[in-house]
């Protein structure tokens, strides 16, 4: 069952790669968050969890076309380890030496990369920033 389950989160993220190479986005972001900014989400909010079979309440996945990471806080590193073992996510350990942030990890993509997302479970605010701080992206 375990292999059965690490194949069908492989053969998810393709098919979200194979849409993002249709669209030419480069990367996508899926946060943990409905349209109201939930910590705790609503089954039909729950992105990233369809995609790596990370069931905790808070995590983000950064997808792109040859690496799919999930950053957790220390209070997910032992559940997500576990969870998505055998699954072709890479887990980054969220204030571990060596774990760069999701920013920082946007920001080290080449330079015109589109990096794609669901605005709307996303703050204003935060888009501003990532403009900011990722001025050759989009």
């Known amino acids: 069952k375990e292999g059965a389950a690490a194949q069908m989160i492989a053969e998810r993220l393709n098919s979200l790669r194979a849409l993002m190479q249709r669209k030419g986005v480069g990367a996508y972001y899926v946060p943990t968050a409905d349209f109201h900014l939930?910590?705790?989400?609503?089954?039909?909010?729950?992105?990233?969890?369809?995609?790596?079979?990370?069931?905790?309440?808070?995590?983000?996945l950064i997808v792109t076309m040859t690496e799919a990471a999930l950053w957790v806080d220390g209070r997910y590193f032992i559940q997500a380890e576990e969870q998505i073992k055998g699954t072709p996510v890479k887990l980054m350990k969220m204030g571990e030496e060596g774990v760069p942030t999701t920013m920082e990890y946007l920001a080290s993509l080449p330079e015109g990369t589109v990096i794609g997302m669901d605005g709307r479970t996303y703050p204003p605010q935060?888009?501003?920033?990532?403009?900011?701080?990722?001025?050759?992206?989009?």
């Open 126 to 138: 935060r888009q501003c920033a990532w403009k900011r701080r990722l001025p050759q992206r989009t």
């Open 38 to 60: 939930s910590e705790y989400v609503n089954p039909y909010f729950k992105s990233r969890q369809y995609l790596t079979g990370f069931t905790g309440s808070a995590g983000t």
